[in-house]
């Protein structure tokens, strides 16, 4: 099921700068982490990021909405 879903893309705020950004699920999926764009810092989106918003993203790639 993951490779299916890889080219999802989902927001992310960096909590050190605030700069927002894109991130593919494949990332979260694999690397788990991700260095900002913006300031450098490498945060890890899973830990700030509920449960059902990466639930609902999946819905709407899969077309349950």
């Known amino acids: 099921m993951g490779d299916d879903l890889d080219d999802i893309l989902a927001q992310a705020e ?9 991130i593919r699920y494949r990332t979260l999926r694999l690397e788990r982490t991700v260095d900002c764009p913006g300031c450098g810092e ?17 819905d709407e790639a899969q077309g349950r909405t």
Do not use: A, H
């Open 14 to 22: 960096c909590p050190r700068c605030g700069r927002e950004f894109s």
């Open 42 to 58: 490498t945060i890890r989106p899973i830990d700030d990021t509920p449960i059902g918003l990466v639930q609902k993203l999946i």
